[in-house]
C-alpha cells in the first residue's frame, strides 16, 4: 500500500494552512530556481507528478504548455486542484505515482516537485519517465535534500536557550526507511544520498543538465528573519536531465 496521509482529514487540514497551500509557488523558496531550469514550454506536452494543488500544472498552462497531466495519490489534494482549475488542457488523474503507464514518448517535459522522498524505488520512476519523454524531453524535479533527510529527527540541535547551533547529519550513507514526523504525524520517508539520485537517472539513460541546492533570496529572508538560517544548510535538492534518445 502506497503512502497517502494526505487524505487524512485532521493532516489534510493542517497541509491545508501552510504558506505554500494558500500562495501557490510564490511561497515556495525553490520554486525561482526549478523555473529557471525548466525549458520553453510553449506547446509542450507537461506531466506533473505528485501534483498536489495544481499549482505547477496551472503554471505550465500559462507558460504556454499545450496539455499538462497532474498525477496524484490524493482524492482531497485533487478535489482541491480542480477546484482551482478551470482549463480543458489540464487533466489529473488519481493513482501512486509508483503505478503510472503512459504510452511512450506520449509528454516533452516531466516535472516533480518534492515528492520522490515519499517513494520506495526512485531507479523505477527513472526508468519510467525516460520511456514517457520524447528524444530530447526534460525531466526536472525537486527532493528534500539528502543532508535532511540522513535522520529520522529533522530538526536543529539547540543550545539550553533554544538557540540553534548546526544541523546534524548522520547516517548518510545508509540509505532506506525514515519514519520522521510532518505536520503532527509519522510519515515515512526514503533517504537515499546525492549520487544515488544521479546515478539512477544516469543508468536510465538520462544526460544530466543542472544540479542546484536552492537557498532562501534576500527578499524572503526580509520577510521572515527566521530564513536566514536555511543558508546553513540546503533544504532543497534539484536535479534538470535530458532525454537524448
Known amino acids: 500500500m502506497k503512502q497517502n496521509k494526505y487524505d487524512d482529514p485532521e493532516f489534510f487540514s493542517a497541509y491545508n494552512q501552510m504558506p505554500?497551500?494558500?500562495?501557490?509557488?510564490?511561497?515556495?523558496?525553490?520554486?525561482?530556481?526549478f523555473k529557471s531550469l525548466l525549458p520553453d514550454l510553449?506547446?509542450?506536452?507537461?506531466?506533473?507528478l505528485g501534483c498536489g494543488y495544481g499549482w505547477h500544472c496551472r503554471s505550465a498552462r500559462k507558460q504556454n504548455a499545450s496539455t499538462?497531466?497532474?498525477?496524484?495519490?490524493?482524492?482531497?489534494?485533487?478535489?482541491?486542484?480542480?477546484?482551482?482549475?478551470?482549463?480543458a488542457a489540464i487533466s489529473y488523474v488519481q493513482m501512486p505515482m509508483e503505478d503510472i503507464d503512459f504510452p511512450y514518448s506520449q509528454f516533452d517535459v516531466v516535472i516533480s516537485s518534492l515528492a520522490f522522498h515519499y517513494i520506495r524505488s526512485f531507479k523505477a520512476i527513472c526508468k519510467k519517465v525516460h520511456g514517457y519523454l520524447a528524444p530530447g524531453g526534460s525531466f526536472i524535479f525537486s527532493v528534500?535534500?539528502?543532508?535532511?533527510?540522513?535522520?529520522?529527527e529533522q530538526d536543529w540541535y539547540v543550545d539550553d536557550q533554544g538557540n540553534r547551533l548546526h544541523w546534524p547529519v548522520d547516517n548518510y550513507r545508509l540509505e532506506g526507511i525514515r519514519e520522521t514526523n510532518f505536520l503532527g504525524e509519522d510519515v515515512v520517508k526514503y533517504h537515499r544520498t546525492i549520487s544515488t539520485y544521479l546515478n539512477n537517472l544516469i543508468e536510465a539513460g538520462f544526460i544530466v543538465k543542472a544540479?542546484?541546492?536552492?537557498?532562501?533570496s534576500d527578499e524572503m529572508i526580509q520577510k521572515n528573519p527566521m530564513m536566514k538560517?536555511?543558508?546553513?544548510?540546503?533544504?532543497?535538492?534539484?536535479?534538470?536531465?535530458?532525454?537524448?534518445?
Open 42 to 48: 510553449q506547446n509542450k506536452r507537461v506531466l506533473d
Open 20 to 33: 505554500r497551500s494558500l500562495k501557490g509557488l510564490e511561497a515556495a523558496g525553490e520554486w525561482p530556481v
Open 144 to 152: 528534500e535534500h539528502p543532508m535532511f533527510t540522513s535522520r529520522k
Open 68 to 87: 499538462v497531466v497532474g498525477v496524484d495519490i490524493s482524492k482531497k489534494m485533487l478535489e482541491k486542484a480542480r477546484e482551482q482549475t478551470d482549463d
Open 229 to 245: 538560517d536555511e543558508n546553513r544548510r540546503p533544504m532543497f535538492l534539484i536535479i534538470s536531465v535530458e532525454k537524448i534518445k
Open 211 to 216: 544540479v542546484e541546492e536552492p537557498m532562501p
